[in-house]
């Protein structure tokens, strides 16, 4: 299923001001899922074990460090999803102009 939104601008540069702030945002998301693969990356390795493996099997318990150990990875799994949810939306945006 498709939703089409409507912006209206008053000339050219509010269009190009628009598609420039979508690619801006795009650009950070990727950042953060970098930022966030690492994070996880050093988790998986500092527990031996990977990110789905720990989600799908591990508790709080399981973890040297306890809840917050726990907390913090399942935290970045979590995020990882959400940024890469939004990316993959905005990469579907297009901008058809009249």
């Not at 420039?20 to 500092?46: H, M, N, S």
């Not at 939004?86 to 579907?92: F, K």
Request: hydrophobic share 45%; net charge negative; charged share 25%.
């Amino acid at each position: 299923m498709s939703i089409q939104i409507v912006i209206e601008l008053s000339d050219q540069q509010g269009v190009q001001a628009v598609v420039q702030a979508l690619e801006t945002y795009q650009t950070r998301l990727r950042a953060g899922i970098a930022r966030t693969r690492d994070r996880l990356r050093a988790f998986e390795q500092q527990h031996g074990v990977t990110t789905a493996a720990f989600l799908r099997d591990l508790t709080a318990e399981d973890l040297p460090g306890g809840d917050l150990a726990y907390v913090e990875w399942a935290g970045e799994a979590r995020l990882l999803a959400g940024l890469e949810t939004e990316l993959h939306e905005l990469e579907y945006a297009r901008v058809q102009l009249p």
